[in-house]
């Protein structure tokens, strides 16, 4: 069955640290990727996605992540994390390889950030 | 720009009641997913509708049932509950397009608490 492995269950930096957090997929087919992340009492909130093309994409609020095929990752980064930062961020696969499949989460990151 | 919107946001239920819970998609979007999230977990996927029509069904209970109206809003009706049910539901909804990826965006969630 497809999972996915993130790497971190938790991650503490201080403000203006960088930020890479790790997500591996175990299919070998077609995927479209996903990160989310989940503020303190909110809901999942699309931060990128990955469909094809080129493999780093930018997502919103100074992320983005690269899909590197032959690894089966899709790592997570940010060049200076804010104390805003703070919250649980998921990774997900459909792989579907087209539209509609249900998606499959990683147990996600908790980052905290230091002010 | 409108989203998913689920009700009640709060529930909280004695051990063998039902519970209904509701899920408005973004407008136009024709898919609706639900997903169970338990305390410190990831996301599960439950079950998914594509006009009016299972798509997919995930690991939801026998007693959990749901369904999608001619309006797009799906209901998730829970029966027997038990205490293993507390949890976070998630509602997404995506637009169909032919094939081609889709993008989950997802509701608010109701917090579902069985006495």
């Known amino acids: 069955a497809q999972s996915v492995s993130q790497h971190n269950h938790h991650v503490i930096l201080s403000e203006a640290a960088s930020l890479e957090l790790g997500c591996n997929y175990s299919y070998g087919g077609t995927v479209n990727l996903f990160w989310y992340v989940q503020y303190p009492g909110q809901h999942l909130q699309l931060l990128l996605k990955y469909f094809s093309g080129d493999p780093l994409v930018k997502g919103i609020k100074g992320f983005e992540a690269e899909f590197i095929k032959s690894k089966f990752s899709f790592n997570l980064r940010k060049p200076s994390v804010q104390w805003s930062d703070t919250a649980e961020y998921f990774c997900a696969v459909n792989d579907n390889g087209g539209s509609q499949g249900n998606l499959i989460f990683g147990k996600g990151t908790k980052l905290s950030v230091k002010p | 720009a409108a989203g998913v919107i689920q009700s009640p946001r709060h529930l909280i239920k004695e051990k063998r009641e039902t519970a209904t819970l509701k899920c408005y998609p973004i407008?136009?979007?024709?898919?609706v997913y639900w997903y169970q999230q338990g305390p410190g977990q990831d996301p599960q996927f439950l079950i998914s509708f594509y006009e009016k029509m299972q798509s997919d069904k995930g690991s939801i209970p026998d007693r959990f049932s749901a369904q999608q109206f001619s309006d797009y809003h799906s209901e998730l009706n829970m029966s027997s509950l038990e205490l293993g049910d507390s949890a976070l539901y998630f509602c997404?909804?995506?637009?169909?397009?032919?094939?081609?990826?889709?993008?989950?965006?997802f509701g608010p969630g109701t917090r579902l608490t069985v006495l």
């Open positions: 997404a909804s995506s637009l169909y397009s032919g094939g081609a990826p889709d993008t989950q965006y």
């Open positions: 407008p136009r979007h024709d898919t």
